[in-house]
């Protein structure tokens, strides 16, 4: 398994390999490695905050960086409306790719977030069950500004799973917790009892 340090955006909500999201960055860290993304195609990584701020607002904000999960993504830049540097926020589309193990997350000497990351084996994309096709009606009908233009004809099991997980409006717990999962079959089933508790389907 492949081992690096990798630089993060830690926030609220989780990324999800095959899907995307977009973001509004302003703080100078942030843009300078998506500068670094764009110039030297240095990667980086998604990591969902346990406990801690997305921004550094305050001075004790800056004493240590946020308690992170122990999954996350790495990204990269599907499109931006802007250019880092020209002093305004930095609206870009990312689009998730590997799930890694994360862990000695830190503070670089710029504030920039980083952490030792293993990257996990990939899962096999597993054939879509007839019982889930209800589900593929249900992704197919979420609107363009939601999927970001990221949908696929006949999405395998495990691309049905990670969009629907990032483009549902779920609590970011359960959120959180459909990335952690391995099996493509589970994330459709939690996913699946969600609508029904919602009274979203059948």
């Given amino acids: 398994m492949r081992e690096e340090r990798l630089a993060l955006l830690p926030l609220h909500t989780a990324l999800f390999p095959n899907a995307r999201m977009q973001l509004r960055l302003f703080e100078p860290r942030y843009l300078s490695l998506l500068r670094a993304h764009f110039l030297h195609h240095l990667p980086f990584g998604v990591a969902c905050i346990h406990c801690g701020r997305e921004t550094l607002r305050e001075p ?113 717990v359960e959120r959180y917790q459909l990335l952690e999962l391995d099996c493509a079959t589970e994330r459709l089933r939690h996913i699946e009892q969600w609508l029904r508790d919602t009274g979203a389907t059948q």
Avoid at 90 to 113: A, C, M, N, T
Avoid at 134 to 159: D, F, I, K, R
Wanted: glycine share 6%; net charge negative; hydrophobic share 40%.
């Fill in 60 to 172: 004790h904000d800056r004493l240590h960086p946020p308690e992170l999960e122990s999954v996350g993504v790495s990204a990269q830049i599907i499109d931006w409306d802007a250019l880092p540097g020209s002093g305004q926020p930095l609206q870009v589309i990312i689009e998730g790719q590997h799930k890694f193990k994360l862990s000695d997350v830190r503070f670089e000497p710029d504030y920039l977030v980083t952490a030792q990351v293993v990257y996990l084996a990939p899962k096999p994309p597993g054939s879509l069950q007839k019982n889930h096709q209800q589900l593929a009606h249900v992704l197919a009908s979420l609107p363009a500004s939601c999927t970001l233009g990221s949908l696929v004809e006949n999405p395998s099991a495990l691309q049905l799973g990670y969009q629907l997980a990032q483009y549902l409006p779920l609590p970011e």
